[in-house]
């Protein structure tokens, strides 16, 4: 199995920032890593797909990037709406694995 | 616009079994491949099963192969997952996600509100 780590698993930002969240996979995955947003109390949403594509609902605050084992989720300046937890999954191989989660909470 | 509608959670005793139904509209249900991912109570997302959008093709999590079948009614746009033997670490909601292909992919574009499910005594 590929292992997710998602780095931090925490962290409180302020409206405006610049925020990144990392994600490292225990072997390489190619561009076959996806992100996704869950807010309190309903189902994750997919953010970004294939690394660094963005769903037609996302703003284009967020981006993406990375290839191999390292990526990165970017938020350029945060926004109120922007609090949630993030996840990374990788869609490379069965079973598909996600990251542990990284809750953004804004000041 | 695409919707799933997961239905059949509930409380459940150890060993006992039940089965979950995703009924999809919006969409061609018979063209893509379909899931099932599940979150234990105040944990991350564990993908759980997966099925071709023809239902030939299926494929699951070690933590649940031989407990829980998937299967689809294309019929009926509607998926299944039929859980027997269950154990306490399968209490979770479960969400039924579509994927953008009929072979088995892992990227989910849209998921349902999904369903609770608990095994306790």
């Known amino acids: 199995d590929i292992h997710m780590t998602q780095s931090p698993s925490s962290l409180s930002p302020s409206v405006g920032d610049r925020v990144t969240i990392t994600c490292r996979a225990g072997?390489?995955?190619?561009?076959?890593l996806n992100w996704y947003q869950q807010k309190p109390g309903k189902a994750p949403k997919l953010l970004i797909y294939?690394?660094?594509s963005l769903q037609s609902w996302v703003p284009s605050r967020f981006s993406g990037s990375g290839s191999g084992t390292d990526f990165t989720l970017t938020i350029s300046s945060l926004q109120p709406e922007d609090s949630a937890t993030y996840y990374c999954?990788?869609?490379?191989?069965?079973?598909?694995?996600f990251g542990q989660g990284t809750k953004l909470e804004i000041k | 616009e695409v919707h799933l509608l997961e239905s059949g959670g509930g409380l459940v005793q150890p060993g006992g079994s039940l089965r979950l139904s995703c009924a999809a509209s919006?969409?061609?249900?018979?063209?893509?491949?379909v899931s099932w991912v599940r979150q234990a109570p105040g944990k991350g997302l564990e993908w759980v099963s997966s099925?071709?959008?023809?239902?030939?093709?299926?494929y699951y999590a070690d933590s649940v192969k031989g407990r829980f079948t998937i299967s689809r009614d294309n019929s009926k746009n509607t998926l299944y997952l039929q859980m027997i033997s269950l154990r306490a670490e399968d209490t979770a909601v479960y969400y039924c996600?579509?994927?953008?292909?009929?072979?088995?992919?892992?990227?989910?574009?849209?998921w349902g509100q999904g369903a609770l499910v608990t095994v306790s005594s």
């Open positions: 996600a579509k994927t953008s292909f009929s072979a088995v992919t892992g990227t989910f574009d849209y």
């Open positions: 919006g969409f061609t249900f018979t063209n893509f491949a």
């Open positions: 099925i071709s959008a023809s239902g030939a093709n299926s």
């Open positions: 072997q390489s995955i190619t561009s076959h």
């Open positions: 294939a690394a660094s």
């Open positions: 999954q990788q869609s490379d191989s069965i079973p598909y694995t």
